[in-house]
């Protein structure tokens, strides 16, 4: 049978194609047939600008409905599809496009001649040209036939050396990983989606969407995300998604209350640790628990806390069905009980590995299969049937940024670069609104004049704006342990409060 996720998406739709899909407030309805036959026009578009199956699209633009026809398009024609973060600046993306070798790539109009002059390979298309292209192109295409192990999307993620890593998504994990989701949040064709998620992330592109699609719902599709405008039409839906900045935000919006609540089954947190603070100060006003899980872009989502079950603050449930989770400590063994340990995960939503990099991935896995995630939990009773995770820390430097990862070594290997620099480390410290900000802690060479305008005016345009360190902070010399490491914990503690 074919796997192509595609195919398992049409045959989810509402009979007849006519139900609405997508709503715009203040903007267009896209119906479910309509979307479809945009993709199919896409699809069509891409194989003429000679894509074969298993080619690379890269796409980084901003939100629009014409995107995710896009990514359907590369499901259909078997396709490989790569978000990029509309943040990447020039020198990121051109390591991504070297690295995937695209051979269409989608980009924004103030972009496109920079790209196009170094990316001579691929064709290079805004979107608004991709879609004339598609306008004369058939409205129907079978899908290209798929195994459950074909890529359906590379999704990079940093890592700790500063060198991005292409985690290969297979149309199973994704198939799998939606169906789980739809069937434990119990999305229904009634439902409509509050969805103001970036589309480049796992949580908005593949959580979110793949939820409405999978269960035949619609959604109410924003630009982004305004505290002002999601208060105002909450009473329209009946899920909503968010990082934890969504909620600490719509928590200091004056005109969000229980009452505009009373339509809302559903609230989801993740990406990102939801305080528990936030968690308690949110059902005192709304009445609503949020229900948070636990993923990452190589396993999509691994746990949640339940729909019909306690949702407790600081865990996020116990595995999904078909994934295993356990807690090891540092030689590989089990841990007993609530012991804390590395947290590891097995399962059909489990990424195929990094593009690229074959030692990498048999680094990261263990011999009977399990995924080191690098993140440090527990088990936790909570009178439920099964011990929810509890994640306590991250073994790695990850930091988590309204609900987007930055890795420190990328922005340190920069601030090092600079002139008047000896060496710098860069760590996550508290931020009520992002839950993390990036600081950089930077010792100068005697006698440099360098201030915090200096280092973050050099890093502008160079990385993304939600890498740019908030604070940076000049010191005479960097915490070290007896081995000369760095400790980042120290500095973490040191610099916390403002």
Known sequence: MDANLYSLIARHAPPGGSAPCILEPGGP???YDQLFAASARIAHALVAAGCVPGDRVAVQVDKHWHVLALYLACLRAGLVYLPLNTGYQRSELEYFFADARPRVIVCQPDRLGAIAAGQREATVLTLAELMDRAADH??????????PDDLAAILYTSGTTGRSKGAMITHRNLASNALALVEEWGFTRGDVLLHALPIYHVHGLFVA???????????????????????????RATVMMG???FYTRLLAEPTFHRDGCSTIRLFVSGSAPLLAETFQAFEARTGHAILERYGMTEAGMITSNLLAGPRVAGTVGPPLPGIDVRIVDEHGVPCVGDAIGGVEVRGPNLFAGYWQMPEKTKAEFTADGYFRTGDVGQWADVGAQRPYLRIVGRARDLIITGGLNV??????????????VVESAVVGIPDS??????????VRRPGAVLTEADVIGALTGEIARFKLPKRVIFVDDLPRNAMGKVQKAVLRERFAAP
């Open 209 to 235: 969407t793949h939820c409405v699609l999978l269960s035949g719902a619609r959604m109410l599709w924003l630009p982004r995300f305004d505290a002002r405008e999601v208060a105002a039409l909450l009473p």
């Open 407 to 420: 890795y420190p070594k990328e922005i340190e290997e920069r601030i090092d670069a600079l002139e008047g």
């Open 243 to 245: 990082v934890p900045t």
């Open 29 to 31: 309805v896209v119906h």
């Open 433 to 442: 609104d992002f839950g993390e900000a990036v600081a950089a802690v930077v």
């Open 138 to 147: 058939p409205a129907a295409l079978e899908p290209v036939p798929r195994g």
